[in-house]
Every structure is written in structure tokens, then in C-alpha cells.
């Protein structure tokens, strides 16, 4: 479980991932308090990366929210009362149907990109190049499920999720 983790450079922020070799499944939580105003941009976001999402709102967003996010999304109903917070699943998250496998490999630092070219033998000449041509590369060799599977492997084998997030 990982609270706040950035995606698009820090453009947004999951209020909680659930990161496993499986599957990456973010939570958004807007409470009553909150607005939607950036929920449509998160929306977009998450779903380039994410292999499922859900929406965990008040009962003052839900209805709204989920008109705002894709049908694939999960739905969460928080209620509050005197014995705290009690969730209620109004509709489970299915799988993305159509997820972004460059997105993807923007969760991977520099160093782990390289790892993933020279396992393919692709890291010929690209050893010392930037971010943008190794993720291009990657592109060109490998198929997006696969990308997105080495991608999860990565990240979980991380000890420190955002020990050095520059390298």
C-alpha cells in the first residue's frame, strides 16, 4: 500500500495505490468537503496507469463522480457516523480496458528502464541517453502487456518506493 503516489511528475497524486505484481489498483477519496474540480484530469491520469481504479466518495460526490470517471471504475459509498467511517461497495472495478504502456513505464526511475533494455539486449548504445529515448525504445521492442507486467515487478521489488525517485 502506497499513500500518495505521484503520477504525470506529480501532475496527480493516488490517495492510496495497491501495488502487486498482479495488478496496480488505485483509490481516489473525495469526502464530502471536498470538490470534483480536478476529479475528471485525475481520472485521466490514473487511467493511462492504473490497472483498476475506484472512486471512494461521500454520499454528496458519488453521484456526480461517477459520472466523471469511466465506467470501469469501481464506486465507493463512505458514510460517517458516531462509530466512525463505514464503506459501502456500490460497484466493483473491472479491468482497464485500454491502458497506456508509456504512462506505465514513467513509474520506472532510469536506472530500472536500463535493467528492463539490457535484460532484452536492447541497451546497446542507449547506456548513458536520457529517460524519454530509453521509455521510447522500450516501446519498440517489447509489447505493452509484457512492458506493464515488467513494470509492476520493478516497483514492487522496490524497497524504498521513493527513496531516489531522480535516478
Keep these: 500500500m502506497l499513500p500518495e503516489m505521484g503520477l504525470e511528475y506529480g501532475l496527480v497524486r493516488v490517495d492510496l495505490a495497491a501495488l502487486s505484481s ?50 470501469w471504475w469501481g464506486l465507493v459509498l463512505a458514510r460517517g457516523g458516531a462509530d466512525g467511517v463505514t464503506l459501502e461497495d456500490v460497484r466493483p472495478a473491472a479491468d482497464n480496458p485500454s491502458p497506456n504502456p508509456g504512462a506505465t513505464l514513467h513509474l520506472l526511475w532510469r ?47 522496490r524497497g524504498d518506493w521513493r527513496a531516489d525517485a531522480n535516478v
Design 22 to 71: 498482479a495488478r496496480f489498483h488505485g483509490y481516489e477519496v473525495k469526502a464530502n468537503a471536498d470538490t470534483l474540480r480536478r476529479l475528471p484530469v485525475q481520472a485521466h491520469c490514473y487511467s493511462a496507469v492504473l490497472d483498476r481504479c475506484t472512486l471512494v466518495a461521500g454520499a454528496h460526490h458519488l453521484a456526480r463522480g461517477q459520472t466523471l470517471v469511466p465506467k
Design 111 to 157: 536506472v530500472e528502464l536500463l535493467a528492463l533494455l539490457e535484460k532484452t539486449g536492447e541497451a546497446r548504445g542507449l547506456r548513458s541517453t536520457g529517460k524519454a529515448r530509453l521509455v521510447a525504445r522500450l516501446l519498440e521492442v517489447l509489447p505493452g502487456d509484457v512492458l506493464r507486467s515488467r513494470v509492476r515487478a520493478a516497483v514492487c521489488a
